[in-house]
């Protein structure tokens, strides 16, 4: 079984210093005993939160960055850029780099193993298919913030970015199997957005989807920073500018909720 690997990095660190591999396999029997998949919930915030708990991260808020930016200056990454480095309290930034670190396998298979699963009828071959799925959903869980940098591609998000939310987005485990609710718990996380687009007026099927979608997982404390009119390279310094002071009042407004000294 391939195990996930995922880019982190603490605040001020070169982002390439740091990379951690995870087994999926190491936390089977906790990955079973909380997932509804196999006849219980999230009932415990705290041993939602455990799988890749570090000592030197304890009490450090957490944050999932999910980087979909095409590249280091690209205008959905300064604004990230810029948040991070504004954030006046302890964390620590699990980056997950959309286009080179997502190695979840995904296919037929593991769908039909999934249902399995949900019917009661799973094999343990069905369970060890579907564990690296459940493992990135827990880690997805552990997170106190998510913030998003991406582009939008044909009106909605870039494919990759999709599929990792397609492949995460798991229900009972990630969000409660009925009503479509978060897991007990999980509400009042914070959602970042930086998004871009060309066109000055396009049609937004991006950011409404990210908010519908993460909210759905208690990431409802959301804020949007949508850049139209990307295209030119003679309103990228303008825009630049005014991304990094959206980013600086979003950054003002976490501090005042996670550091109010």
């Known amino acids: 079984m391939l195990a996930s690997k995922f880019r982190t990095f603490k605040p001020g660190e070169d982002k390439e210093d740091g990379f951690f591999f995870y087994d999926p396999k190491k936390h089977e029997q906790k990955i079973k005993n909380d997932s509804s998949m196999f006849g219980s919930k999230f009932l415990d915030f705290n041993s939602a939160k455990d799988i890749v708990e570090d000592p030197q991260e304890h009490g ?30 302890k964390h620590s930034v699990t980056e997950i ?23 009661g009828k799973g094999t343990n071959r069905d369970v060890e298919l579907f564990l690296p799925v459940l493992s990135a959903a827990r880690l997805l869980n552990s997170m106190d913030m998510v913030v998003i940098s991406t582009p939008m591609w044909n009106f909605g998000p ?27 718990g999980l509400s009042g996380r914070r959602l ?25 997982m208690g990431f ?15 309103t990228f ?18 501090n005042r909720d996670y550091d109010p000294s």
Do not use: C
């Open 158 to 184: 870039p494919h990759l970015l999709k599929r990792y939310i397609d492949i995460v987005v798991q229900p009972g485990v990630t969000f409660e199997d009925q009503g479509m609710t978060p897991i007990p």
């Open 97 to 119: 780099d959309i286009y080179r670190d997502i190695d979840i396998p995904y296919s037929q298979e593991h769908s039909l193993a999934k249902l399995n699963i949900l019917q």
């Open 60 to 89: 450090k808020i957490k944050i999932l960055h999910l980087n979909a930016a095409h590249a280091e200056s690209s205008l959905v990454a300064v604004g990230a850029r810029e948040l991070f480095a504004q954030l006046s309290f």
């Open 192 to 216: 970042v957005i930086f998004s871009s687009a060309g066109a000055n007026d396009p049609l937004d099927n991006l950011n409404p989807m990210l908010q519908k979608v993460f909210g759905m």
């Open 220 to 234: 409802d404390v959301q804020e949007t920073v949508f850049i139209r009119g990307s295209k030119g390279l003679s």
């Open 237 to 254: 310094q303008g825009l630049s500018e005014w991304t990094v002071k959206e980013a600086q009042k979003i950054a003002s407004n976490i």
